[in-house]
């Protein structure tokens, strides 16, 4: 399978509130370096297993690897590129002019302009770090049962060994009114199905925004052939919200697993500024006293 994804990649520190606007570029840079590795591990076709009888290293998964093309957008000179310690191959460098919170429109375009050349077509902001082998099994899963007018998005999380919750998700529920122009969750709002036994549960999202999104071939080509594609529209949270999400949730029917199933698919958020919110801004439920 050919896979192309678009990374958003920006770096400038002015001590603005968002990451990669901090002081220090060493998070940004692990955050990347974790992000682009991922990828290749999970799903290269540079995968192998030891024979120790034979003593040869033979290829594994391979039912599952793929050719991956990985394009990092960047704007003017506001990057960590040249400081990334990995092998030349892991990713081309595609430079722009564009306002950094628009980045993810660039992503559009190069998506678009790769148009009947992959299986599918991806996007992802750059401190997003995927840890699922299966994550393509699954999605082709959900379209065999949903059709490519739904759309899977996984939920992000955060994790941390000293916060008061170790694993959060951080995307919940908007208040309806947020996305309402945009979408009608009460259409098709449930979808049910079961894997290897156990029944998944997946439902339409009032907060599509995952920082990301996996097309396969059909649903870009769909979505490119809207009147709205590229429009640029930023009516949706923010600039940065609008340029990830907005698109998506205009053109597909947009699901994610349910709570009590958050992890069926799923994509790790680097750091943990949303985990710093609970018990400041953010309260925290007595689970003890709900269960």
Request: net charge negative; glycine share 4%.
């Amino acid at each position: 399978m050919q896979i192309l994804l678009t990374i958003a990649h920006f770096f400038k520190p002015n001590s603005g509130r968002h990451a990669s606007q901090r002081k220090d570029p060493a998070p940004r840079l692990q955050a990347l370096t974790l992000s682009l590795t991922a990828l290749h591990q999970l799903f290269s076709k540079s995968q192998g297993v030891i024979n120790l009888a034979q003593r040869l290293t033979l290829p594994a998964n391979q039912s599952q690897a793929h050719d991956l093309d990985i394009v990092i957008c960047t704007t003017q000179d506001h990057h960590l590129l040249d400081q990334l310690s990995l092998p030349y191959h892991f990713y081309r460098h595609h430079p722009t002019q564009a306002e950094p919170l628009l980045l993810g429109f660039e992503c559009q375009a190069v998506l678009q302009d790769c148009l009947g050349q992959y299986d599918y077509y991806c996007f992802l902001e750059d401190d997003l770090i995927l840890h699922d082998p299966w994550f393509f099994v699954k999605l082709a899963w959900f379209t065999q049962q949903a059709g490519d007018l739904s759309l899977l998005q996984p939920n992000r999380y955060e994790v941390s060994t000293h916060a008061l919750t170790c694993k959060t998700y951080i995307d919940g529920d908007l208040a309806a009114r947020v996305t309402a122009p945009f979408q009608k969750v009460e259409e098709k709002p449930q979808i049910q199905g079961r894997i290897m036994g156990q029944p998944i549960t997946l439902q339409r999202t009032l907060n599509p925004h995952s920082g990301c999104y996996f097309l396969n071939a059909n649903q870009m080509a769909h979505w490119a052939s809207q009147p709205d594609f590229l429009n640029r529209d930023v009516s949706f949270v923010s600039p940065l919200e609008s340029a990830a999400t907005l698109g998506i949730m205009k053109t597909f029917r947009v699901y994610k697993p349910v709570p009590g199933q958050a992890s069926f698919l799923e994509i790790q958020h680097f750091g943990q500024g949303f985990l710093d919110l609970i018990g400041q801004q953010v309260d925290l439920v007595d689970w003890k006293k709900r269960s």
